[in-house]
Structures are given as C-alpha cells and as structure tokens.
C-alpha cells in the first residue's frame, strides 16, 4: 500500500515562510515523479508544483513561481516544498501526490493557513 503523509502546516502571517514535507512509504519512492497539489477554500484542486525523479525537471504553476520550492531526498523517501512570501490566497490544504501531473494516490493533507 502507497503511503504519504504531509507536515509542516500551520498558521503564519502574509511575507512568512512554512517548509512541508511529505513522508512516504511502501513504494519506491525515486522510482516515481511526484507533486504538489493544494485545494483553497471554494476552489478545486490546484497542482502547483511538480517534480521528477532526479529532480532536475521541475514544474511551478504560475500562482507559486518564484516563491516556492519543491525538492527531494530519495534516501530519505520525503518530498518538499519550501514556500517563501506567502500571501492569504496561499490558505488552503496541501496534499503531496505521485506522478506529474498529480494522478496518482495522495496523503491526508495539511492545513495552511495565511492571515494577519
């Protein structure tokens, strides 16, 4: 069974910073591409980040370019993603999924929350 599961949430005012991770296990993790995808209130599901097995092909959505960064450590079967700048459109539920695009399983979440 595939499992993910994000961390690293929480409530943080706008121009702060969160780093999540996504801990995963029973599967090879650095066999698969794997993304970001975040769900903001009253929006669907939105993919925002992506990255590929050697993480050197990395894909940003236009609403996180230049703020976020998605990584990995393969040994450690956990994908990241450092988000720098946040603003209160940035609240919502941050999920990490395998495959780009995110069409594969995904974890529980975690909550985001921006505001001053």
């Known amino acids: 069974e595939m499992l993910l599961e994000e961390h690293g949430g929480g409530l943080v005012q706008p121009g702060e910073s969160l780093r999540l991770s996504c801990v995963t296990l029973?599967?090879?993790?650095?066999?698969?591409?794997m993304s970001w995808v975040r769900q903001t209130p009253g929006d669907e599901l939105e993919w925002i980040a992506g990255?590929?097995?050697?993480?050197?092909?990395?894909y940003y959505a236009d609403s996180v370019k230049g703020r976020f960064t998605v990584s990995r450590d393969n040994a450690e079967n956990t994908l990241y993603l450092q988000m720098n700048g946040l603003r209160t459109d940035d609240t919502g539920v941050y999920y990490c999924?395998?495959?780009?695009?995110?069409?594969?399983?995904r974890g529980p979440g975690t909550q985001v929350t921006v505001s001053s």
């Open positions: 990255i590929n097995t050697d993480g050197d092909d990395i």
């Open positions: 029973g599967f090879t993790f650095s066999a698969y591409d």
């Open positions: 999924a395998t495959d780009t695009p995110p069409t594969g399983p």
